[in-house]
Nanobody, 122 residues
């Protein structure tokens, strides 16, 4: 059974940086497209970033483009999200997700982590 465990969330001031990690177990990590989503209070879960199986291609939501970087280490079965120049509107629970094919919607992913809270104070 595939399991995803996120870590690295916390409280940071606006303009600061945070790095999230997500470790996958129970499956062959290099077989999965990996993505990050986030959900702010009272809002729907939304796409943040995606990375292909090899890591050769990435894509981002417009709201984070230029500030966030997704990467992966297939040897460590881990995907990362480096978040720079954080804004209060980045405050949310961040989830990593995995599946075999590229997708930008929550319906495209069968495997989800438990989420990690990121809070950006103004």
């Amino acid at each position: 059974q595939v399991q995803l465990v996120e870590s690295g969330g916390g409280l940071v001031q606006a303009g600061g940086n945070l790095s999230l990690s997500c470790a996958l177990s129970g499956g062959t990590f290099s077989s999965y497209v990996m993505a990050w989503f986030r959900q702010a209070p009272g809002k729907e879960r939304e796409f943040v970033a995606i990375i292909t199986r090899s890591g050769a291609s990435t894509d981002y939501a417009d709201s984070v483009k230029g500030r966030f970087t997704i990467s992966r280490d297939n040897a460590k079965s881990t995907v990362y999200l480096q978040m720079n120049s954080l804004k209060p509107e980045d405050t949310a629970v961040y989830y990593c997700s995995a599946d075999y094919y590229i997708g930008y919607g929550i319906q495209d992913y069968n495997y989800w982590g438990q989420g990690t809270q990121v809070t950006v104070s103004s």
